[in-house]
């Protein structure tokens, strides 16, 4: 198969009762669009809409609703009486360096100083390890609080516990409920049995946050300013961490964002400057999740992710611009590392496939020394290209260190979960995981993986396809509508940012931007500039780009705003495009 292959796109067009939009927005006071949206993302009472449209932090859950969370406050306070060392043991990915800069900044509050240990990526892998475990043994240390990771590490918490260590894992990936639980003091994770917390989409760095919460509420301290600040760390992560956005997550995300823009981290404000972000009005999902986090996730990926603890943590502006440089620079050595490597796996791709039919239900590609901190990126541009899960293995002395991404309908966590006599180690989400994998065992995984996608997986799931949310008129859209729909942020998995049709729209004035096409589109006398990004869909972009001024085309579309030197705009930024009929 070449991998220019391009099989276009479904569109799937919501269907929204009319009667009951109409009747929904008079009561609301919005926009039939708006209600039609709500109506649509499962806010269909009014009270359910409020909430959705204007949370408060009021609507957050109590963190005590976490199983072990209670006993795990107590035991902190007593090693905080007793003067114990305590250590937070962090992931180096986003979500665990933000969450452990949280509860540092919890602890500083507290009046304690914890000391912090990161793993390093490839030289010891993911989660707790015995080799650094012995070593903080000797330290002194007395109380380990993990962050993002610890919910199967059996070996090394058993360890732990018969050598005087206290340890609390806070952590959400997903446990199965036949699963032998760790052998920690206390387990925060609100995917273990028994678990009565409502939100079981949070974020390492999220349940770090209850476990703050919960010890500022047994302590008495009611700061809302220090909360504020430590929601600008917990958005980051939850955003980096492809964290469904509903929900209590949406809330955490959208308080996050309130004051991110202004925010009083040193570390954070000299990441939006190097970001090109500093004059923005104000910052969204999309600024987090696209432009701040991979340049926090390159220090994990190719250095070492102690530099991000330390921008964070940081007082010095000065050193807090000169990390963020470095962080900038490395991930542009990132970005090129990445495009390589990508090339290489869609040339596999390419070698091992003859026709588009013959496209595995998953595909898995195992390359000798690729740099494990960027697999998972490849994985992602793989499953984006091909609407396939991706499991990208590096090979390093006889074992496969793998990352997988996933499609909707599919849980990768799950399917490595049905290969788990095969893989050394594995976890992860539904969307994203990791695994290793001894390399003999690479061609029986791809075996597994596929049958058991093949009985997950309908030819439906896998046909491309872009849901549109409702038919629009050029007529309906103004300023008022785009205020209207900003309510929806912050945008993410779980709640997407809208799109839209509009149909039979005569196509204007083209002009070629840097990875771009820049265009009028006109329909019912009425005009909008439009924005076409090669980035976004290659074929399409083609295309377009050879279809005469005049034609009539379908357009599917978000609604964005050009704001360019104070002078606002709205504008639409096309996914999909068909020839009118």
């Given at each position: 198969m070449s991998v220019k292959t391009f099989e276009k796109k479904e569109w799937k067009i919501k269907k929204h009762n009319r009667e009951l939009v109409e009747d929904f927005a008079k009561k609301l006071n919005v926009h039939p669009l708006t209600a039609?949206?709500?109506i649509s993302r499962g806010y269909s009472s009014v009270l359910d809409a409020l909430v959705f449209?204007?949370?408060?932090?009021?609507?957050?859950y109590s963190p005590f609703l976490l199983k072990d969370i209670e006993k795990a406050v107590n035991r902190i306070i007593e090693a905080i009486k007793r003067k114990e060392k305590i250590l937070i043991w962090g992931?180096?990915?986003?979500?665990?360096?933000?969450?452990t800069v949280v509860l540092l900044k919890t602890f500083r509050k507290l009046g304690i100083e914890a000391d912090y240990y990161i793993p390093h990526r490839t030289k010891e892998g993911y989660g707790l390890n015995l080799e650094a475990l012995k070593k903080k043994k000797e330290e002194g240390v007395k109380l380990i609080i993990t962050v993002d990771t610890g919910s199967r590490a059996l070996e090394e918490a058993l360890w732990a516990k018969e050598n005087g260590i206290c340890l609390i894992v806070t952590d959400h990936h997903i446990l199965k409920e036949d699963e032998n639980q760790v052998e920690a003091y206390a387990l925060i994770n609100p995917h273990q049995k028994d678990c009565s917390y409502p939100n079981k989409k949070l974020a390492g760095v999220g349940v770090a946050f209850k476990l703050a919460q919960a010890l500022l509420e047994k302590k008495g301290i009611n700061d809302e300013e220090f909360l504020a600040q430590l929601l600008e760390l917990v958005a980051v992560g939850t955003v980096a961490d492809i964290m469904e956005l509903t929900d209590e997550n949406r809330r955490i995300v959208k308080f996050g964002l309130k004051n991110l823009k202004n925010t009083q981290?040193?570390?954070?404000?000299?990441?939006i400057e190097v970001a090109g972000l500093k004059d923005k009005p104000n910052l969204s999902s999309y600024n987090i999740g696209f432009q701040i986090a991979p340049r926090i996730n390159a220090a994990g990926r190719l250095e070492h992710a102690n530099l991000v603890v330390?921008?964070?943590?940081t007082d010095s502006e000065e050193r807090a611009s000169e990390i963020a440089r470095t962080l900038n620079e490395i991930n542009k050595n990132r970005q090129e590392l990445q495009s390589k490597m990508v090339e290489e796996a869609l040339e596999s791709i390419d070698k091992a496939l003859k026709a588009p039919q013959e496209i595995p239900h998953v595909i898995v590609i195992a390359k000798e020394n690729w740099h494990r901190g960027v697999i998972g990126l490849v994985a992602s541009k793989v499953t984006e290209k091909f609407n396939r899960p991706s499991f990208i293995i590096s090979v390093e002395d006889g074992e496969g260190h793998g990352s997988a991404r996933s499609i909707m309908n599919f849980n990768v966590a799950e399917a490595l979960e049905?290969?788990?006599e095969i893989l050394i180690k594995h976890g992860g989400h539904a969307q994203a995981a990791g695994f290793k994998v001894r390399v003999d065992d690479i061609p029986t995984l791809e075996e597994l993986l596929n049958r058991y996608a093949s009985e997950k997986l309908s030819e439906k799931d896998l046909k491309p396809c872009i849901t549109i949310d409702a038919h629009l008129s050029f007529k309906s859209i103004n300023f008022k509508l785009w205020e209207e729909l900003q309510l929806f942020e912050p945008f993410g998995i779980g709640n997407p940012k809208p799109v839209f049709l509009t149909r039979a729209v005569k196509v204007k004035s083209k002009k070629m931007l840097n990875k771009g096409i820049k265009f009028t589109l006109e329909k019912d006398k009425k005009t909008f500039e439009a924005v076409l990004w090669e980035t976004d869909n290659q074929h399409v972009f083609e295309i377009f780009f050879s279809i005469p001024d005049g034609e009539m085309i379908d357009v599917v579309y978000e609604l964005g705003m050009n704001d360019w030197n104070g002078l606002k705009q709205l504008q639409l930024i096309v996914k999909d495009f068909r020839i009118s009929q």
């Open positions: 039609a949206l709500l449209l204007y949370p408060s932090l009021n609507s957050f992931d180096y990915d986003v979500d665990g360096t933000t969450g981290n040193k570390g954070l404000r000299a990441l330390e921008l964070l943590e049905s290969a788990s």
